[in-house]
């Protein structure tokens, strides 16, 4: 049922603020004196209640309508924050997902139930109709379980993917700069020539390291020593 009384046509702040005073437990009287006091408020009233003010009634009708919608959504919205929170917090204590946690939890104390449903029927067995039931659960429970597992081996494919992609980089990359060096072996050049290598070189180490390089296993290309080649005379120039 939509609310048409005259506190629900009012501006969204001045409810707000209406339903703030309200949960600070303000009273009614002087709700009513700042309800009226407003200029919008005011504006309301002439336009649709021809001028009639609001009075305490009208709070208390506010109060078990409008109000309880809204402290409702106030509370689940705020226990919600706190349980994500409090769940974070956990997580990051048992550094596992939560609902791992959960899962065990109630798979143990399913497991529990059962056998004191057991117990507890007539001639010490279940019926049909509860068997099925219990048969279900136990189904569902374990479909989350190999869930989990494919999960679980899903991200483990990846991280191992994602590392034979920055191997084939580095064994390319190695390739590469080989090539590179055994065409520059070819021919001698000048010192400026081989300064840029140098820089050329540890540019490269600088830009790569945080993909390719390890610890101990940095590139062992070095430039060729000027005036040595290892295939071609050198030219001779007048």
């Known amino acids: 049922m939509t609310s048409i009384g005259k506190i629900a046509r009012l501006p969204h702040r001045v409810r707000e603020e209406l339903n703030w005073r309200l949960r600070e437990g303000e009273k009614r009287r002087r709700l009513v004196t700042w309800l009226n006091s407003l200029p919008n408020v005011q504006a309301v009233l002439n336009d649709e ?22 402290l409702a959504q106030r509370v689940a919205v705020e226990q919600g924050r706190e349980m994500c929170v409090e769940v974070a917090e956990m997580q990051r204590i048992c550094n596992v997902p939560m609902t791992d946690h959960l899962a065990s939890f109630l798979g143990a104390h399913y497991a529990v139930a059962i056998k004191k449903a057991v117990r507890d029927a007539a001639g010490g067995s279940l019926d049909l109709k509860t068997l099925r039931t219990m ?42 700069l080989d090539s590179l060096r055994e065409f520059l ?34 590139s062992t290309c070095t430039p060729p020593q000027e005036g040595k080649g290892t295939g071609a005379e050198s030219v001779k120039t007048d």
């Open 49 to 70: 209640f021809a001028g009639r003010p609001i009075r305490e009634q009208n709070i208390s009708q506010w109060r078990k309508g409008g109000y309880r919608v809204w």
């Open 135 to 176: 048969c279900g659960d136990v189904v569902a429970l374990r479909r989350g379980e190999q869930e989990a597992q494919w999960l679980s081996l899903e991200q483990k494919r990846l991280k191992l993917d994602e590392e034979e992609s920055v191997v084939r980089s580095r064994i390319n990359l190695d390739r590469e």
């Open 185 to 218: 072996d070819r021919h001698q050049y000048s010192k400026e020539a081989k300064a840029a290598w140098a820089d050329f070189m540890q540019e490269l180490r600088d830009r790569n390291r945080g993909k390719f390089e390890t610890k101990g296993n940095e």
